[in-house]
T-cell receptor, first 114, second 110 residues
């Protein structure tokens, strides 16, 4: 199993450009998440998807959109990139343990917006 | 509301012990612990539930004090491989959303 994969690994954008970050998991998990991590800080939730066909906002959703394409794939789109969106983006999926979920993270996408 | 982790950083020698704390001002349903090495993804270590259930890494132990809304991660006989930044993620209610602390940087020296 590859686990959670993300593409691209690195990206440089100019202000105002758009791009889509891709995420896929092969663990048959229902829930998937997008986080951003800024230097010296913890992870902040952007959006999550509890199941195929559903998405919900997290703590910092402004400037982002998501699509849960199918059970495996969950993409994050920046419509008009801003320097404040320079960050490392992590996708995660989670498996159910009892009534709770434990999350497993992908390797991350490092994004620089100039 | 973001949980507070302490200490912010700790340096150990191989074989020494460390305790990392995570506190919240709000009632918690569960606490999750992750370790992240530089330039890598966070890796799941443990989950602790209100009521005492837990699941996690064989060589790492943790506690969850429901009255104080505090969790502690115990790293005993530390190894070089324990170096990294440790994050706690707290969960309130049934939303299944985690709020992460800002991390504790652990460095283990030979």
């Amino acid at each position: 199993n590859a686990g959670v994969t993300q593409t691209p690994k690195f990206q440089v954008l100019k202000t105002g450009q758009s791009m889509t970050l891709q995420c896929a998991q092969d663990m048959n998990h229902n829930s998937m998440y997008w986080y951003r991590q800024d230097p010296g800080m913890g992870l902040r939730l952007i959006y999550y998807s509890a199941s195929e066909g559903t998405t919900d906002k997290g703590e910092v959703p402004n400037g982002y959109n998501v699509s849960r394409l199918n059970k495996r794939e969950f993409s994050l789109r920046l419509e008009s990139a801003a320097p404040s969106q320079t960050s490392v983006y992590f996708c995660a999926s989670s498996e159910l343990w009892g009534t709770r979920e434990t999350q497993y993270f992908g390797p991350g996408t490092r994004l620089l917006v100039l | 509301q973001q949980p507070v982790q302490s200490p912010q950083a700790v340096i150990l020698r191989e074989g020494e012990d460390a305790v990392i704390n995570c506190s919240s001002s709000k009632a918690l349903y569960s606490v999750h612990w992750y370790r992240q090495k530089h330039g890598e993804a966070p890796v799941f270590l443990m989950i602790l539930l209100k009521g005492g259930e837990q699941k996690g890494h064989e060589k790492i132990s943790a506690s969850f004090n429901e009255k104080k809304q505090q969790s502690s991660l115990y790293l005993t006989a530390s190894q070089l491989s324990y170096s990294g930044t440790y994050f706690c993620g707290t969960e309130r209610g049934s939303a299944r959303q985690l709020t992460f602390g800002s991390g504790t940087q652990l460095t283990v020296l030979p």
